[in-house]
């Protein structure tokens, strides 16, 4: 007689094997289901590994076909100041700056806006109909795909910048690093703010009841104990957006400019054209005429995948960290 | 805290006062556009527009039937592979939670939603394009596929781990084959989850250009050949929209429209799913 074998359910196994119990039971299962079962747990572990190898393939491919760049522009490649596929001169400084101030511009517009969105769904109007409808508009913003921001700025954001420059004195190109942060800032808001409003409604009403009951008011509670609560998670929101910021294509493409100059003053920095590693990438992959060519435009996804997989993965462990406590 | 209750009041007040408008003022960017993309549009939409391929510039008339053939070929090509090897993936993460290979998924599955889709481009550029000899829808769906990937295995991940072990163990106790139990039972019980990924994927990639742009390229002609080069709803969007010409101005608000009509309707369709199932996606 089998006494009720105590086990726990821990993925497909018995952590507490009873005594040919899973042996027996297998046995009564003809041949050809078995065969089945074997070979659909293969399958599903296939498909894992794939996901791996996708991985690694992405990484490896990267590294081959960017390899005669690296060895032949060396370290240099990376404050080297002139982009030049005629002379085959490749240094992508430019890029580089383009993407910083691109992606940390659009970071620190959006801030404000990802933590009220934060505060007002996670604190002061975590339900309800307004709650709903506002949590929606948000996700749509995230929804709406990027060639359409880039569409919509390029004939009605930028006409406004333009204007803006003249009145500020610049040269009016209009398109831009400043109109390229601003629709991205717009783009990234969603994904800070949805980590936020979770986070910020995990912390324990304990905390908060026992401010209150010590005669806190609103802003005191939120200041002094939900955001030092959720500060680092939070802080991993804005990672997160910023690994999209960095590797978002389309909508900067079009706003950005594109042009491989660097601008002698910050102002015309700002205001003026310039270009991003993914937006060089865009327009001039399927130009390049020349193995050199293509493999600089490659080390610059490159470097692309390898920063935004160490920002995601930063980002991912602070709030795994979080959330498990 | 030496300040009265009545000016903490009032800051505090102020506060809130703050966060409404910076939480409210962030929906006027999408209104704005949004109408403006429906205003400018709309007028373009009729049926010589959803029958006729563009035509070339400086004539009137013109559609975009090539782009929208096209971008449902890819999308439906692309999900052909995302969603079993998706589903499949998901199943192992949410039956294995411990073991080695999960851990080693699960990262691969963060790393691959951050991933910029202009990266995925490239190297499906060197997995297909190169190796078959020039751009086609395949390279462009495949590329598609790997951005959908990650979305639908969080889903069914997450949709799966909500159902109570006592289902499957209920089942595997009556003596049915382990893979029975999750094709019959447990499939069937996450059934609108696993879907709300899907349809959630899908309007996640439909509006997504930088992957296609040296897999699929475009097609300014009628074609259904998938190893050959196909016009995509976005690209159209991105050549129309960086031309000089108005005519072709034209024809990327109309397509605009058209896509976020698509990408609009996808999202209500996964949320009235969602509803159903609390998941977080």
Redesign the interface.
């Known amino acids: 007689m089998i006494t009720s074998p105590v086990f726990t359910w821990a993925g497909n196994c018995f952590v507490n094997k009873p005594p040919n119990f899973v042996e027996n039971k297998r046995l009564e299962l003809s041949n050809g289901q078995l065969k089945w079962e074997t070979m659909f747990k293969l399958l599903l572990k296939v498909m894992s590994v794939l996901l791996v190898l996708i991985i690694v393939g992405v990484l490896i491919t990267l590294i081959i076909e960017s390899w005669p760049s690296i060895t032949s522009q060396g370290i240099k490649y990376i404050w080297g100041k002139v982009w030049d596929p005629v002379q085959n001169i490749y240094g992508a400084y430019p890029f580089l700056v383009g993407t910083l101030l691109t992606s940390f511009t659009a970071l620190i517009i959006s801030i404000p806006f990802s933590y009220a969105i934060a505060i007002y769904l996670g604190e002061y109007n975590p339900k309800g109909w307004l709650s709903d409808l506002l949590k929606n508009t948000i996700e749509l913003i995230a929804a709406v795909p990027s060639i359409i921001y880039g569409f919509w700025g390029l004939f009605v954001l930028v006409p406004l910048v333009r204007t803006l420059e003249m009145k500020l004195d610049i040269l009016p190109y209009g398109v831009g690093v400043f109109t390229a942060s601003i629709v991205l800032a717009v783009m990234i808001i969603p994904y800070g703010a949805s980590l936020g409003i979770t986070l910020i409604r995990m912390v324990p009403s304990p905390l908060k009841e026992g401010a209150y009951a010590l005669g806190a008011t609103r802003w005191e509670v939120i200041r002094n104990v939900i955001m030092p609560y959720t500060r680092s998670g939070l802080f991993a929101g804005v990672l997160l957006s910023l690994g999209r910021a960095l590797g978002e294509t389309m909508a900067v493409t079009m706003l950005i400019g594109n042009t491989t100059a660097v601008a002698d003053t910050f102002k015309n920095v700002f205001f003026g054209p310039g270009n991003t590693m993914a937006s060089v990438i865009a327009n001039e992959f399927a130009e390049a005429d020349h193995t050199l060519y293509l493999s600089a435009l490659i080390e610059l996804g490159l470097v692309l995948f390898v920063v935004t997989v160490i920002i995601n993965m930063i980002g991912k462990r602070i709030i795994t960290r979080v959330t498990k406590s | 805290m030496e300040a009265k209750?009545g000016t903490?009041?009032i800051?505090?007040m102020i506060?809130?006062g703050?966060?409404?408008?910076?939480?409210?003022?962030?929906?006027l960017?999408?209104i704005?556009?949004?109408l403006?993309?429906i205003k400018q549009g709309i007028t373009q939409v009729n049926w010589t527009f959803l029958t006729h391929v563009p035509a070339p510039p400086g004539e009137k008339g013109g559609g975009i039937i090539n782009a929208l053939t096209g971008s449902f070929i890819m999308v439906l090509m692309a999900s052909i592979v995302a969603v079993p090897?998706g589903i499949?993936?998901g199943?192992?993460?949410s039956?294995?939670?411990?073991?080695k290979?999960?851990y080693?998924?699960g990262l691969?599955?963060?790393?691959?939603?951050?991933?910029?889709?202009?990266?995925?481009g490239?190297?499906v550029?060197?997995?297909v394009v190169k190796p078959i000899g020039g751009f086609s829808a395949i390279a462009g769906s495949i590329a598609l596929a790997?951005m959908m990937?990650p979305i639908i295995?969080r889903s069914t991940e997450q949709t799966l781990k909500l159902l109570p072990?006592s289902l499957?163990?209920a089942a595997l106790s009556l003596?049915i084959?382990?893979?029975?139990v999750?094709l019959k039972v447990i499939i069937p019980c996450g059934f609108a989850g696993i879907l709300s990924g899907i349809t959630l994927s899908i309007?996640?990639i439909?509006?997504?250009?930088?992957p296609l742009?040296?897999t699929a390229?475009g097609n300014n002609y009628f074609s259904l050949k998938i190893t050959g080069q196909m016009e995509s709803l976005?690209h159209v969007?991105?050549t129309y929209?960086?031309s000089p010409y108005d005519d072709w101005?034209d024809l990327?608000?109309g397509a605009?429209f058209i896509?976020?009509l698509f990408?609009?309707t996808l999202?209500i369709v996964t949320?009235l799913l969602t509803r159903k199932w609390k998941i977080?996606l």
């Open positions: 209750i903490r009041n800051k505090s506060f809130k703050i966060i409404v408008f910076f939480a409210f003022v962030i929906t960017p999408l704005v556009v949004l403006y993309i090897v499949l993936a199943i192992y993460l039956e294995n939670p411990r073991t290979l999960a080693y998924s691969c599955v963060d790393i691959l939603q951050g991933v910029p889709s202009i990266v995925v490239i190297v550029y060197f997995w790997i990937l295995i072990d499957k163990e003596g084959p382990y893979h029975r999750i309007a996640r439909i509006g997504e250009t930088a742009l040296f390229l976005p969007i991105f929209a960086t101005h990327a608000w605009s896509l976020l990408v609009l999202n949320k977080q």
